[in-house]
């Protein structure tokens, strides 16, 4: 098979990469996805989001190596392996990042001001268009709308405590709390292989259940892929480039198992040497977080949606009017702070979730637990970094992924400053009410070396790696601000593994942004003539 472009990865990027260059209906794309299909209510139903991320079948299963700051442990790192990548399986927050985080970036093209068209191209805000939001874009968001008395409690804590109350979260307001912004809509999580169609377009051949074993190089330039699915391995030809949107993890993999990368490291292996990029799987940042719970003795929490009578009304609500708890998310309210005084640049994110959810696996596990709530603390851009490397020369081999998290013990304070703040806000009159018990952390581990070694032992991580092929117009970095891989003709990297530093946001919203900045990369490439001609070879 022959394609004009040819797309690794149906995720957030990868989708609507593939879509906008099957824009041009004589243009012949191909995106391949190793995971299967999207249509499951586990998938499209909002409120079964807990359920959806912790399904093994669609998740490549990945964990890191043991962390010597988190005491050996090995924690669970989700990616996902369906049509939509995390967007089919994530929290569906729509969040950006504060501007500042964006301008420190300092790669030329790649500033807020410079970026912002390309958040708001993929969005349609319930609110309209505005200065900050995109009005008629395919992905539907709105603030969460999620009427339990714990969510206000919270939003007037927060306030008590000092914040300002914000109405747009994603503007540019620090040490601010309000409403949190979902990707919901109709009752449906806008998936962006729903919501991008790209099932529906003549010129786009999807490959579902396609592992992408390696890239295929001649000469210098990318010129396809060879990929394994139940027909067993075959090779697919791209005439004008090959974009890879395989997330954070898995892009560096492929790069690196296709001889992309450092050539002593790759040699040692056993895998020669196309192009050495040293860069490549280095610079791994991800969030991590701590989760505080509380008890309380009031049903002013989600639990209350468990009883018979509600859950029976819930689900006749959604299944006729698509309305009612099932088409929320527990998370709903939160913010954006700088722990330090007289920074202006945040540093921590803190959530509500207006439910105490259990570890799992299992669904009834994974539903609320008890009447409670949880402050889910999520540290913004990390110090340490780690790297991506792969186990063996074997393209099925799960990767080795060395986080480091607290390998630099700035981090570990700023997460500990995060849970101080989210105490406080916890203790404020409109929230002890309702309060009976703090369940996590407890008694044991109050403050200072306390708090600390309880984080050590306890924190976690959000599924949000980022930076493995980073993106910059210095000579080490992975890919150029157009997004091309240094060394390779043809060859693109476009999704989360591009960003240099991570926002204290999550990367549903920066990768949309990425696939939508790469394709107007592609095309604008094209314009003088159509985007096939430039491509294909004369007669």
Not at 200 to 216: A, E, F, K, P, W
Request: proline share 6%; hydrophobic share 40%; charged share 20%.
């Amino acid at each position: 098979m022959s394609f004009d472009y040819i797309v690794v990865g149906a995720g957030a990027a990868g989708c609507i990469t593939a879509v906008r260059l099957a824009e041009d209906r004589a243009c012949r794309v191909c995106l391949i996805e190793a995971g299967g299909n999207d249509a499951s209510p586990w998938v499209r139903i909002p409120m079964f989001s807990f359920v959806a991320w912790s399904r093994p079948q669609w998740s490549w299963g990945y964990s890191t190596e043991p962390n010597a700051a988190m005491d050996g442990r090995q924690l669970a790192l989700t990616q996902a392996k369906i049509l939509g990548g995390g967007t089919s399986i994530n929290g569906m927050l729509y969040a950006r990042g504060h501007p500042a985080e964006f301008d420190r970036w300092q790669v030329p093209g790649w500033s807020f001001a410079e970026l912002l068209p390309f958040f708001k191209r993929s969005e349609s805000y319930s609110g309209g268009e505005t200065k900050w939001r995109g009005g008629s874009g395919p992905i539907m968001t709105r603030p969460s709308t999620l009427n339990l008395p714990i969510v206000n409690a919270f939003l007037t804590a927060a306030e008590r405590a000092g914040f300002a109350r914000a109405s747009d979260l994603n503007s540019d307001v620090l040490n601010s709390f309000g409403p949190i912004d979902v990707a919901i809509g109709r009752g449906i999580r806008q998936s962006a292989a729903l919501r991008f169609g790209v099932k529906h377009r003549s010129n786009l051949t999807v490959l579902r259940d396609t592992r992408t074993l390696r890239i295929l190089v001649d000469k210098g330039k990318a010129v396809g892929v060879a990929i394994a699915d139940r027909h067993g391995q075959r090779l697919i030809r791209a005439e004008c480039e090959v974009i890879i949107s395989a997330g954070a993890i898995n892009s560096p993999k492929l790069l690196l198992g296709s001889g992309i990368g450092p050539a002593d490291e790759l040699r040692a292996l056993g895998i020669e040497a196309i192009c050495d990029v040293p860069a490549v799987g280095r610079n791994l940042s991800n969030h991590a977080n701590y989760t505080l719970m509380y008890e309380v003795s009031q049903p002013v929490t989600a639990y209350r949606f468990r009883s018979p009578l509600r859950a029976i009304a819930g689900g006749l609500a959604y299944a006729f009017q698509r309305d009612g708890f099932l088409a929320e998310t527990t998370f709903s309210a939160g913010g954006v702070i700088a722990t330090s005084p007289g920074e202006m640049v945040p540093d921590v994110n803190i959530a509500l979730s207006s439910a105490l959810m259990g570890p799992g696996p299992g669904i009834w596990k994974t539903m609320p637990q008890a009447h409670g709530f949880m402050l889910s603390v999520r540290q913004g851009t990390p110090y340490s970094r780690g790297q991506v490397r792969l186990r063996s020369a074997d393209p099925m081999a799960p990767p080795v992924i060395d986080t480091r998290y607290f390998s630099d013990p700035r981090d570990i304070e700023v997460l500990a400053n995060g849970v101080r703040t989210a105490r406080r806000i916890a203790a404020q009159p409109d929230m002890q009410r309702y309060v009976s018990k703090e369940l996590r952390p407890g008694p044991l581990a109050e403050d200072g070396l306390a708090l600390i070694q309880h984080l050590k032992e306890n924190a976690g991580n959000v599924f949000h790696p980022g930076g493995t092929c980073r993106l910059g117009a210095d000579s080490d970095s992975v890919v150029d601000p157009k997004l091309r891989v240094r060394g390779v003709d043809g060859l693109r990297v476009a999704d989360a593994s591009v960003l240099p530093m991570l926002t204290t946001a999550g990367t549903f919203a920066s990768s949309m942004m990425v696939g939508e900045r790469a394709a107007s990369f592609i095309r604008g490439e094209c314009s003088e003539k159509s985007m096939r001609a430039p491509c294909r070879p004369g007669p």
